[in-house]
């Protein structure tokens, strides 16, 4: 009776402490605030074939309208990650000196332009949102809340004055009938503070699904790659032809409104890697 006893004792503190166990591993775990990193890769492509040499590659529009790209250039800002579980982390938002990056075809390595993103939760991430330019918050934050990008975005050709603000994309090259022979120019971006100037506002968000959970931990830096389709451009939700109206158009016109909606539908996740 007593060896009974001493066993079924045994038994109740045997399960009490793997509860405990248990319970002080799961509070580790929910507790865990180790960060890792995290890489987005841009690459610019044309209806799927193939990478975008600039003055190189020709393309043609749904219309067939010829055109080629000597600059290509846009601004990615306030990238979010979003969890399994629909929580968000959000990588300095409206803070562009740090958050906010630009993807220039000029600077593509083998057609892919790598942005770097630092201390990232550790986390299982299912989706990523991010900008195309930038929000009207971190705009008007004015120059000294975002000198430093201020200033790349002036080195790199994608700001104008300060009272007009940021170029959100920058798009030129030659167009044409039978051949891109002819110069075009299209500068999409708000025009410094939207609702008091009563003009459109072209900063977009995005949001994409990731066709495989981006595990970001201490050791292992996931690699997020979107194709974009510069196909959108001229041929995407509405069909846009470059004129001798619209083919030097800088701002917020309602060419280049449409120009912004096409080009908000050309990012797609083609994989992503988890080394």
Not at 62 to 88: R, W
Not at 185 to 200: F, I, K, L, Q, Y
Not at 234 to 258: A, F, P
Request: with cysteine; proline share 2%.
């Amino acid at each position: 009776m007593k060896i009974y006893k001493f066993l079924s004792l045994f038994f109740i503190v045997f399960n009490v402490l793997t509860l405990s166990s248990c319970r002080n591993s799961d509070d580790t775990d929910s507790q865990d605030t180790s960060t890792g990193n995290l890489q987005i890769k841009f690459e610019n492509g044309f209806n799927n074939l193939g990478n975008i040499v600039l003055n190189q590659t020709v393309q043609t529009s749904a219309s067939g309208q010829k055109h080629n790209f000597s600059a290509l250039k846009y601004v990615i800002s306030n990238i979010t990650l979003i969890d399994e579980s629909g929580n968000e982390f959000k990588y300095n938002e409206n803070n562009p000196d740090k958050g906010a990056f630009i993807v220039d075809q000029a600077d593509a390595v083998a057609g892919v332009v790598y942005l770097d993103l630092n201390g990232i939760p550790k986390n299982n991430y299912k989706k990523v949102r991010f900008g195309l330019g930038i929000s009207q918050k971190a705009y008007l934050l004015g120059q000294n809340g975002q000198a430093e990008f201020w200033t790349k975005a002036k080195q790199k050709g994608m700001s104008w004055s300060w009272a007009a603000g940021y170029v959100f994309i920058k798009l030129e090259g030659k167009y044409g009938g039978s051949a891109a022979d002819t110069q075009f120019m299209n500068h999409t971006g708000n025009m410094g503070n939207v609702t008091a100037n009563n003009t459109p506002d072209l900063y977009r968000e995005i949001t994409l699904n990731l066709p495989t959970t981006a595990r970001v931990t201490a050791q292992i830096r996931p690699s997020i790659h979107i194709l974009a389709d510069l196909n959108q451009f001229l041929s995407g939700s509405k069909t846009l032809s470059l004129t001798t109206e619209n083919n030097m158009m800088m701002g917020s016109s309602q060419h280049l409104v449409d120009v912004t909606d096409n080009l908000t539908a050309m990012f797609k996740v083609d994989h992503v890697h988890n080394d």
